[in-house]
Structure formats: structure tokens, C-alpha cells
């Protein structure tokens, strides 16, 4: 029992660094499927807008109101800016953004692959001559790896707006003031590390669920299993790889 | 047989007349499950192989190996003279180019159009012009006659459509070799039949070597003492001649083994009782 559960733990772990290998080898070599790529980049990029703009407004808005409550006691309401924007920049930017996307495109496509594996289209791509990773998992991986960040920047930049309107209208904080401590409490480390982490986190989520939804096995039930373990192993992911780059980048730029 | 290789590197094809595919002494067992064992046998060109067996014997795998989607355990497997076991993914795609597959259930393309799917060999992996492309597609589509399903998505047809879809697509490349996985399974007579016309058009009309996996046996007899033949623009389908049902051979695979290789007056007359169980 305890053989097969590791001998089928290291055998996961084997493909999914093989995928790897191959999603790079075809990032750098041709045939290239450069209109699947654009499609991606639109589905993952503007597909995830809505999701992560609104994530990205009530975190901002309800970090504000309560670190606003916090910063009452000790009468710094005025720093309410500072706050807001190193926690989102630094963490919950990328963090939130990365879990959304974990849900949303993680998801997504482990079903869409699972679903081609179980009805045998990713055969039928191999019998026409295609390689599956250089047409399916090469553009949404490029699609993952530059589009999270611009969602992250976007989620980032929202947030602060939503900070801004509850420290205005709610904290009575004067708007120049909330827009100097946000420049005042920005440096360029944190800037730095709120940008090199949703490059990490959009990799390892895309790459989980091409990972989970090639090798779904055993019809539709198998294609839900893929997308539950797909959700699953690219939030705990995202919420893993954020903790390493942290401790990576604290280590490297502080 | 082993492909020559010229003095440009490139392999070349074996002697005329010399079988298509072969398969020698192949086996494959997925952890304890043995699903082939020392399969061997031979397909000539533009012959038809019938491979018959009860579900889970091993018939799909078959298909799946020569296409190198699988690889065997133990065996050569080769197509067009060239051993497609030992080969790289990269060096199968030049093999499968003259080998197409009719998956079970068609397999098409959910997010691509009929178009799409039957032309997807031709846009994306050649440079082909488009119109060129276009054109091609419809000539498939009106050999399966569903020219006027172009812009439909594989949702909208039925299953026999879906099947036909299927073999247009796989022949769009003008493959030497059609391999069909159940083609006709799930089917009801009438729809199974036009399947099997288009094999037998697909053979006797375009020459192509044919491999049916079935475990319809009124579909696998149909095809293998019927032949196809050009009618003014169309064609019309009538009993075959003594030679073309001889040359039509069954192979029935029981637990992973050929249990019976001969013609189809060979297969009903066997007296062994799985055999004889299988028929009745």
C-alpha cells in the first residue's frame, strides 16, 4: 500500500518535471503554434480581468477599513495609504491574483486537456502529426507566465483605488495624503518582489493543470477529479512558491 | 526486413508488394495485466486486415502501437518497413504521415469546426495554401457526402456524421494506411453500413491498406466480401469477387493472443468453441 502510494508519488513528480522539460524544449524550438499562443494570452490575460479587478477592489477596500480601525488606536490614520499599498504590492497582490487565477485557469484547463485525453483527441492530435505539449501546454504556459504579472499590476493598482475610496469617504483621510504615503511607504525591493512572484505562481499554476488534465484517466469522472486536484494543488502551490520567492527575495534584495 | 538507407541519409521505403505493416512476436502488460502477448502478423498493401475480439482483448491497443502511441514491451512493430517501436515521438510524426486513424467515437476537435478538423492536418502541419487547403477539405467531405456540415461544430451532428467527419479527416493527407478503431460501434445498421461503404470506397477506389478493429461482426463480414467500384461520378457496392474476400483476412484476438488467422470462409468454418461462441 504505502509502495504504491510512493512509487505513484515519485512517478507524478518524474512526468510533471518530463512536462517541464518538454514545455521548455518547445518554448525555444519550433514548430511554434503562434496563433494558439495569442489565443491564450487572450483567454487567460482578458478572460481573468473581471475576476481579478473585483478581487483585487474589496481587498484593497477592506484592507483599508480595517488596518484603518487598527491604526486609530495608536492615531496614525494618515499612514492607511502606506499600509494598503505594501501589503498589496509586496503579497496580497500576487497572492489573491494567483489563487484567483489558480481557480480560474488552473481549473479551466485541466478540464479542457482532461476532456481531450478521455475522448482520445489528444491521441488523434499525435496521430496527425502534432506534439500535444508544443500545442497545448506551450502557449497557455507563455499565456500563464507573462499574463500573471499584468494581472497582478492590475490587481495591485485597483486595490490601491479601492483603499483610496474608503479612506477618503469612509476614513476621512485627505486624498493627497493617502497618495504621498503610498509613495513614501513604496520601495523599490517591494516593487521588485510584488513583480517577480506572479511570474513564479502564473508557471506553476498553468503547468499544475496541463500537468493533472494530460493524464486524466477514466471518463467524465476522471476529467472532475483532474479539475478538483488541479484547484487544489495550485492553490496549496501558489500559497508555497509565494513563501519560497519571499524567502528567496528577502534573502537576495534586503 | 530492415529499411534501407540510402546514401542521402534518407530511409526509403521496402520492395514493392512487401507488407505495409508488420508486427512480430509483440507483447504489452500494463503493471500485472498482460494485454498482448506475442502478437505477430503481417498487412500487404491495399489488402484489408479485420481484427476481431471481445472488448478489453487487445484489439484498440493494436492500432494504438503501430502508431507508436504506445510502445510494446517486446516485439519490432514496423510500418512502411521502418521500425516504429524504437523511435522517438519526433521521428514517428514522419510515419504517421502516411498512416491515418478513425478513433472510437470519432474524436474530433470539440472547439474546431468540421472544416477545421478535417483540414487541421493540412493547415497547421504543412504550409500548404489555404485555398488549396479549402479545397481538399471539400473534396473529402463530399467523398463522405456531408459537404454542406463545413461550418458545423462536432456537437451539432449525429454519431454516424461524427464517424464520417472522422474518416474524412483522417484521409484529408491522402494517408497509404486507414487504421479504424470500432468505426461503427454504437451505431444503428443503417448508419453502420454507410461506414462501412465508405471503407470499402476508401480502399477500392483511393487503394488504401485497411485495418478494422471491430467486434461487430456483421460490419467486419460486410466489409471484407464487398468491394467498391466506380459508378460514371460516383460508385456503387456489390458482392466482391472470390480473390478480394480471400484477400480480406481476420485475425481474432482472445486475452491478448491470435486465437484464429484466415479469410472469412475460414472463420466460419472453424470448429473451435470460442470462435464458435463469438459468431453465434
Redesign the interface.
Known sequence: MLEKWVKDAVLEVQEYMRLQGQTIRGVFSRPFYFHDVVEQFEQIGIGSLTVVILTGFFTGAVLALQTGITLDQFGARPFVGRLVSASMVKELGPVLTGLMLAGRIGSGIAAELGSMAVTDQINALRALGTDPVRKLVVPRVLAGFFMAPVLTIIANTVGIVGGWLIAVFQLRVASSLYWSSILEGLYPEDVWMGLIKPFCLGYAIVTIGCHVGLRARGGTQGVGRATTQAVVAASVAVIFVDFVVTRLLITLTY | MEPQVSATGVIEAPAAGGPVLELEHVSLAFDDKVILRDVSFSVLPGRTKIILGASGSGKSTIL?LV?G?LKPDGGVIRVNGQRVDTMS??EL?EV??D???V???G????SLTVAENVG??LY??TNLPLDEVRRRVEEVLGFVQLEEFVDRMPSELSGGQRRRVAIA?AMAAKPGILLYDEATTGLDPITATTIDEEMLKLRDLEEVTTVVVTHQLRDAFFVATHAAVPDGTGFRIVPADARKVDEAEFIMLKEGRIAFEGNAAELRASTDDYIRTFLS
Open positions: 494504438k502508431l502511441l515521438e519526433r510524426i504517421r504521415g498512416v491515418g486513424m478513433f472510437q467515437e474524436a474530433l476537435f470539440d487541421y492536418k497547421e502541419e479527416r
